[in-house]
């Protein structure tokens, strides 16, 4: 893949029959304070998909809002923390780049708890991009 800039990644959380519950449209990227990041070769990067604070599960994300402060137009980026409430089965890992095409297939994630802790799974889609 050719290093591929201002990538966003966006976490799309399903309930048990598929449908959208909640969604992080800017999630954060490890050690990284920004809503977009560089994709380079033989580089890695992590996308942040849960967390856990107490018992409580979230993902931190980013969003952008005008700002005029300085008396030219531009934006605040700002970080945020959505908070998981109830039974989410499912997350499903879109990477988008900015013209909103995807850069890759939607990686699905069975969500889970081992041990007491959460856990997510990847299931691999196939050809047709159904998860298997």
């Not at 966003?8 to 909640?22: C, N, P, T």
């Not at 969604?23 to 992590?46: K, V």
């Not at 005029?68 to 137009?73: D, E, I």
């Not at 069975?110 to 047709?128: I, M, W």
């Amino acid at each position: 893949m050719p290093p591929t800039r201002d990538v966003v990644a966006q976490v799309i959380f399903k309930d048990a029959k598929g449908l959208e519950v909640r969604e992080a449209s800017r999630t954060g990227w490890l050690n990284h304070n920004f809503d977009t990041i560089d994709l380079i070769m033989n580089q890695t990067q992590c996308v942040i998909l849960l967390m856990q604070k107490d018992a409580h599960l979230f993902v931190p994300y980013y969003r952008r809002e005008p700002d005029r402060s300085s008396g030219f137009p531009g934006e605040s980026i700002i970080s945020d923390e959505l908070e998981l409430q109830g039974s989410i089965p499912t997350a499903e890992l879109r990477l988008i780049v900015r013209d909103q095409n995807l850069l890759i297939r939607p990686v699905i994630f069975d969500l889970l708890y081992e041990n007491g802790l959460p856990v997510a799974r990847a299931k691999f889609a196939n050809a047709e991009g159904y998860a298997q």
